[in-house]
């Protein structure tokens, strides 16, 4: 019996399974499991179709993981049956400083997570592109799913302009300057995770700012809060360690992508109850990173923080 087959009969791929075991969730993930489905309910179609949004997890050439984020006007997502994504953006309105457009025509596992920062409202969806052409891109769904609103800081889009193409982007491989700025103020990240056989993942995780930490010139340190028990991104990392981040700067109009690997802590002092009473960290070892503007003009307004976000040590 392969993974693939092993996920149909329990719900969970080994990597998975370990992490709930890890942690002693095991019961509470099975529970929890009911609300996975292979096509989006009827109630979170219109939702996904207002977004202008989405968090994509993909994967390039070489088989680094990238997370990245892709705007557009309401309704270039859109799903009709609920067993496809399209995602409508047309050539002359691709950021090809994202690899993300590359990654689809080279991989095609595609993580998803429609997320509504102002009502902390989110919907998951994992599948295959099975379309990528001058349209766009379709996205046959493997699995779809509602997140818990935990841990989202809450912000209305006031406004977004046109896009302006191409923008300016810089590379690197060191947390300095710049870079190591963003990461020390930033208060919402999103996570992308796979499985060779299971597909591509996208996630969110989100703090006080300060919450994820700068160990070294290529090392984070990240708490793991406690969540839905489900523990897919954990446990895609279980199996294979390579993953990607994605960090807006809602301040300066940038985003920024590191793809790198991940080492997951487990039952590690926390004096300062920085993970909420998991003991959990995962450590992100970068390999290089990319910051870049996005390709429309945002104007964000900050209404609050998550209630549930832990305290950070100073």
């Known amino acids: 019996m392969n993974d693939a087959t092993k996920k149909l009969a329990t719900g969970f791929h080994e990597g998975e399974r370990a992490a709930q075991e890890c942690a002693g969730e095991t019961a509470i993930a099975d529970r929890n499991i009911a609300v996975l489905s292979d096509t989006v309910i009827g109630g979170a179609r219109p939702f996904i179709a207002k977004q202008f949004m989405v968090v994509v997890g993909s994967i390039d050439a070489a088989g680094d993981v990238w997370a990245s984020l892709v705007f557009g006007k309401p309704g270039f997502l859109h799903t009709d049956t609920g067993r496809a994504i399209q995602i409508d953006v047309v050539p002359k309105e691709r950021d090809l400083a994202d690899p993300v457009w590359d990654n689809m025509a080279a991989h ?28 766009g891109a379709e996205v046959a769904i493997r699995e779809a799913y509602p997140n818990c609103p935990k841990y989202i800081q809450r912000r209305h889009l006031r406004q977004m302009g046109e896009p302006s193409l191409p923008v300016q982007a810089a590379h690197g ?21 796979r499985h060779a056989e299971t597909g591509a993942d996208a996630s969110h995780r989100g703090g006080q700012p300060g919450f994820i930490k700068v ?4 090392t984070l340190r990240i708490p793991d809060y ?45 004096p300062a109850n920085e993970t909420g009473g998991t003991r959990r960290f995962w450590e992100f070892t970068v390999d290089k990173w990319i910051l870049r503007d996005t390709p429309q003009p945002l104007e964000w307004e900050y209404l609050d923080a998550s209630p549930f976000n832990p305290p950070v040590a100073v």
């Open 108 to 135: 095609p596992d595609l993580g998803m997570l429609f997320i509504e920062l102002g009502s902390r409202r989110r919907y998951r969806v994992n599948g295959t592109v099975q379309r990528l052409d001058e349209r």
């Open 215 to 218: 160990v070294n010139d290529n």
């Open 173 to 193: 491989t060191v947390l300095r300057g710049a870079v190591e700025d963003i990461l020390r103020r930033a208060d919402t990240l999103f996570v992308a995770s």
């Open 226 to 270: 406690d969540g839905n028990s489900l523990f897919n991104t954990l446990g895609n990392f279980n199996v294979d360690p390579r993953g990607g981040l994605c960090i807006p700067d809602f301040r300066h109009g940038q985003l920024l992508q590191l793809t790198g690997s991940v080492a997951v802590k487990w039952q590690q002092d926390d």
